[in-house]
Each structure stands twice: as structure tokens, then as C-alpha cells.
């Protein structure tokens, strides 16, 4: 039975080099994307360049928002050139509150609002958007920077000496992580002249003995 013989054959001879461009492509695929800059295989880099999420230490609460486009839109970080210093403002109010505030404007719609951290006045530290996410915090600077709200016992906005401390600690791990020299630490004020965080606004001293305790 020549025939049938020869049409297997045949499309054996067609299959072959089918297979092996679909599994040269896959190949290609792969290594393209370990390559070009957006690579999902490419460890250590984000979509345009900045380096992956830290792992978190356990002195900070990972407790994130709600993705909603009033606190936690989802969009992607592509670069981290600085840290943003803010004070919640609200005197007396903890972290959980101001967290639960941000989480809630999912439903509220009150405004847009939100900060990577917020630090409480007993110290605690809870991380509400991861740090390849914009947070809506710093203005025309949430496309490139971390921001850190600080919980406060009174009008004149002075940290307890406990969120003091997580504060350099923080900024002291994200700065070392991400590669940021003391000009990168800024203050809301620095952007929009808002008087936030308002006791680091008036005394700019405190500023600058703040950074050097960063940097020590
Ligand atoms: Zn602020």
C-alpha cells in the first residue's frame, strides 16, 4: 500500500518543521523577555527600570488598600528618585485610623487620597500601597517618589519621639534599598510649599538633624 504510505510521510515531513518553528518561537519568546526592559522574567526590574519591592522587614505591617481608584488606582511606580515627608494633619488620630481613611474613600469618593506608609504615634509603621504603586500623596512627585504620613499628638505637628524613630528607620532602609542620597529625602513643602510636615516646615533645623540621623 504505497500510497497511504506516502501521505503520512508527507505530513510527517510538514509537522516537523511546524514543531520546530512553534518551539523555536517559544524560545525566542523566553529569552526576549528575560532581555527587553518590560520582561516579566527579568528579576530585579520593574516594567521602565526601578529596581523590585524590598522585601518588608518585620517592624512594618503590610495592610494594603483596596484597589479603587480614589486610594489605590494601581498604577505602575517606574521610578523611585526620592521620599516625601508628610504629617496626617489630624492631631490625635492613629495609623490604623488614617489608613482605614484612605481604604474608605473607595466608597466615600470624598477625594483622592493615600500614602505608602503611615507611621503612628506609638511607632507603628503599616504599609497601605505597595512600593511599585503610586500613592496619592505628593502631588506632581507621586510618579517617582515613596510617601510617609506621620501621626501626631498636637496642633504644632511635632512627632512623638517612637514615630520619630520608625521614621529614620524607614527612610533609612528605603533610602539604603533604593539607592537615594540625603537631596532625595524632601518634604511635601518641597513640592507644593504646603506646610507639610508642618513642625519639619517651621523648624528646619529639626529638617537637617532629621536627614543626618537617615544618613548616620
Ligand atoms: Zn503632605
Redesign the pocket.
Same mark, same amino acid.
Given at each position: 500500500m504505497p500510497t497511504p504510505t506516502r501521505t503520512r510521510r508527507r505530513r510527517r515531513s510538514f509537522l516537523l518543521p511546524l514543531v520546530l518553528l512553534l518551539l523555536l518561537s517559544f524560545v525566542a519568546g523566553f529569552f526576549a523577555g528575560r532581555l527587553t526592559p518590560g520582561g516579566t522574567a527579568s528579576p530585579g526590574k520593574t516594567a521602565a527600570g526601578a529596581k523590585a519591592p524590598p522585601a518588608m522587614p518585620d517592624w512594618v505591617t503590610v495592610d494594603l488598600l483596596p484597589q479603587n481608584k480614589y486610594s489605590r488606582p494601581g498604577t505602575a511606580l517606574r521610578e523611585i528618585n526620592g521620599i516625601v515627608i !508628610?504629617?496626617v494633619g489630624n492631631p490625635g488620630t492613629t495609623a490604623r485610623q488614617n489608613r482605614n481613611y484612605f481604604a474608605g474613600l473607595a466608597t466615600t469618593h470624598e477625594t483622592s487620597a493615600s500614602s505608602h506608609f503611615v507611621i503612628g504615634i506609638n511607632g507603628e509603621i503599616l504599609q497601605c500601597i505597595p512600593l511599585d504603586e503610586i500613592a496619592y500623596?505628593?502631588n506632581s512627585r507621586n510618579v517617582d517618589t515613596i510617601s510617609i504620613e506621620c501621626c501626631h499628638p498636637g496642633e504644632d505637628g511635632q512627632f512623638t519621639q517612637e514615630t520619630y524613630d520608625s521614621l529614620v528607620r524607614l527612610t533609612a532602609y528605603l533610602a539604603d534599598y533604593y539607592g537615594l542620597d540625603r537631596d532625595d529625602i524632601i518634604r !511635601?513643602y518641597d513640592v507644593t510649599g504646603?506646610l507639610?510636615?508642618l513642625y519639619f516646615v517651621e523648624h528646619e533645623d529639626a529638617w537637617e538633624d532629621f536627614k543626618d540621623e537617615v544618613f548616620r
Open positions: !508628610h504629617y500623596c505628593s !511635601h504646603k507639610c510636615p
